[in-house]
Nanobody, 115 residues
């Protein structure tokens, strides 16, 4: 069964950093665009960052400069480096893998930023 497994979430103080990882299994990883989304309580899920199968990246405007997405096709993983975290970054972060035909979601990892 296809699977995405997120890790790296936790509690951090404002101004701190976290690195999230998304490990994929049973998909042809290098064919997929991989994205991180997040959902805060009471809010809609929103796109954080995307990295295409070709390595192009895209970020939510409000996060540019603080977050960096990268992929390692040899390890079937995508990382999200998050720096200078703010309380408003508190959310469940989800990994998504998508092609034109398929999309998969991970279970999410909680990120909590204390002020």
């Amino acid at each position: 069964q296809e699977q995405l497994l997120e890790s790296g979430g936790g509690l951090v103080q404002a101004g701190g950093s976290l690195r999230l990882s998304c490990a994929a299994s049973r998909i042809i990883f290098n064919k997929y665009n991989i994205a991180w989304y997040r959902q805060a309580p009471g809010k809609q899920r929103e796109l954080v960052a995307l990295i295409t199968s070709g390595g192009d990246t895209n970020y939510a405007d409000s996060l540019k400069g603080r977050f960096t997405i990268s992929r390692d096709n040899a390890k079937n993983t995508v990382n999200l480096e998050m720096n200078n975290l703010k309380p408003e970054d508190t959310a469940v972060y989800y990994c998504n893998a998508a092609t034109s035909y398929w999309t998969y979601w991970g279970q999410g990892t909680q990120v909590t930023v204390s002020s």
